[in-house]
C-alpha cells in the first residue's frame, strides 16, 4: 500500500487508497472493485457525516480514482483528495 503523510483512520473520516495496480483499500482493509460502493458506505455509515479521504500516488489511473468520486457523489459524501507534500 503506498505510503501517505498523515492519519486520517479515525472518527471523522474514512480512507480510500488506490494503488498502481487498481486495488482499492478502505482504511487498511482490501477491498474488491465490485464491492466498493458498499464497503464504502457500511464504512461511513448511515448518517454520513464521516469525510471520505481519496489517497494515491501519482502513477493511479485517473478512472480508478474517478469511481471513488463518482461513488462519494452519488452517495452524497464528503470527499477530499489526500496529496503528498512535496
Do not use: C, H, W
Not at 12 to 33: G, R
Not at 42 to 47: A, I, L, P, Q
Not at 66 to 78: S, T
Amino acid at each position: 500500500m503506498p505510503k501517505a503523510g498523515g492519519k486520517t483512520e479515525n472518527n471523522t473520516s474514512v480512507a480510500v487508497t488506490i494503488t498502481n495496480d487498481a486495488l482499492f483499500y478502505i482504511d487498511k482493509t482490501k477491498v474488491s472493485n465490485v464491492n466498493l460502493e458498499r464497503e464504502l458506505l457500511t464504512k461511513v455509515g448511515v448518517d454520513k457525516k464521516k469525510t471520505v479521504v481519496i489517497r494515491g500516488d501519482q502513477n493511479v489511473q485517473y478512472k480508478n480514482v474517478m469511481q471513488v468520486i463518482d461513488i462519494a457523489n452519488r452517495n452524497k459524501l464528503k470527499m477530499i483528495l489526500a496529496v503528498k507534500g512535496k
